[in-house]
C-alpha cells in the first residue's frame, strides 16, 4: 500500500509564506516524479511545480521566481516553499507522485488528500 500525506496549507495575507509538505509512505520501489497541482472552485486542476527523479523541475509561469520545490528522497517527501502569495493562489492544493510498487510492472500516479490553501487581499 501507498499513502500519501499533505500539510502546511492555511490563511495567510497576500504577500505571505507558506509550506507545503507531501511524504510518501509505503511499499514503494521507486519515484518518479513527484509534484503539485492546485484547483480553484470552478477551474480545471492546474500543474504548479513539479521534479523529476533526475532533478528536473517544471513550473507554472504564474508561479515562477515565487514558488520552489524540492525534495527529500532519503525521506520520500517533497517541499513547495511558497512566497509572495497573491490572492489568485487560493486554492485546494494537491501532491502528486508518479512511482513504481514494490512487485510493480510500470509506475501509477497517487494523489494526496488536498490542503487549503487561502490568500486574503
Known amino acids: 500500500q501507498v499513502q500519501l500525506v499533505e500539510s502546511g496549507g492555511g490563511l495567510v495575507q497576500a504577500g505571505g509564506s507558506l509550506r507545503l509538505s507531501c511524504a510518501a509512505s509505503g511499499s514503494i520501489f521507486s519515484i518518479n516524479a513527484m509534484g503539485w497541482y492546485r484547483q480553484a472552485p470552478g477551474k480545471q486542476r492546474e500543474l504548479v511545480a513539479a521534479?523529476?527523479?533526475?532533478?528536473?523541475?517544471n513550473y507554472a509561469d504564474s508561479v515562477k521566481g515565487r514558488f520552489t520545490i524540492a525534495r527529500d528522497n532519503a525521506k520520500n517527501t517533497v517541499y513547495m516553499q511558497m512566497n509572495g502569495l497573491k490572492p489568485e493562489d487560493t486554492a485546494v492544493y494537491y501532491c502528486?507522485?508518479?512511482?513504481?510498487?514494490?512487485?510493480?510492472?510500470?509506475?501509477?500516479?497517487?494523489w494526496g488528500q488536498g490542503t487549503q490553501v487561502t490568500v486574503s487581499s
Open positions: 502528486n507522485v508518479i512511482l513504481v510498487r514494490l512487485g510493480g510492472l510500470g509506475a501509477q500516479d497517487y
Open positions: 521534479i523529476t527523479s533526475g532533478g528536473d523541475t
